[in-house]
């Protein structure tokens, strides 16, 4: 099939569409990787908030 690594990272003349498509996928993997959690960091956060006024509208409210 191929007769050493060079070949193979050559692709048979398809490195650059072969390796660029392995990177733009590596590439949106990681920014979604990186949003999610930002997300979750968001949404946390507004949970902990959210929390913090019912337990205060409570305790005011006792």
């Given amino acids: 099939m191929w ?3 060079g ?3 050559t692709m048979g003349g398809h ?5 660029g498509s392995f990177g733009m996928v ?3 993997l990681l920014i979604e990787w990186l949003l999610v959690g930002r997300r979750r960091r968001r949404l946390q956060a ?3 908030r959210q929390s913090q006024r019912s337990t205060a ?3 005011q409210g006792d």
Wanted: no cysteine; aromatic share 16%; hydrophobic share 65%.
């Fill in 3 to 5: 007769d050493g690594i």
């Fill in 26 to 28: 590596a590439a949106v």
């Fill in 46 to 48: 507004m949970l902990q």
């Fill in 15 to 19: 490195a650059a569409y072969v390796w």
């Fill in 7 to 9: 070949d193979f990272l």
């Fill in 57 to 59: 509208a409570q305790s």
